[in-house]
Nanobody
């Protein structure tokens, strides 16, 4: 199982970025894929998740971020709009070891992160 996150960068406040999480070793349509972020000096925070039957986003990003999945490309996306400086963090995509229809509370596999920096 491998997860490759990409798409991070430097953007001005109010701007947009789309993160990609390319998966290998499993198919994303059967496994929940989550996004986490960690800002310097802060605890890791769950951003959202997409599973077979549901999509979840934390309140702080609802209305600004969306999660989608392209089964043909075996890739999950995190579209981030109206970015704020407080969104600055390293973003990670994660998955689980067993297929399932709902977003779990814990994950088994973590990819390397991609840095998102939002300037004010």
């Amino acid at each position: 199982v491998q997860l490759q996150a990409s798409g991070g960068g430097l953007v001005q406040s109010g701007g947009s970025l789309r993160l990609s999480c390319a998966a290998s070793g499993f198919t994303v349509d059967y496994y929940a894929i989550g996004w986490f972020r960690q800002a310097p000096g802060k605890e890791r925070e769950g951003v959202g998740c997409i599973s077979d039957l549901s999509t979840y986003l934390v309140d702080s990003v609802k209305g600004r971020f969306t999660i989608s999945r392209d089964n043909a490309k075996n890739t999950v996306y995190l579209q981030m709009n109206s970015l704020k400086p407080e969104d600055t963090a390293v973003y990670y995509c994660v998955t689980v070891s067993r297929p399932g229809s709902s977003c779990p509370t814990e994950y088994d596999y973590w990819g390397q992160g991609t840095q998102v920096t939002v300037s004010s």
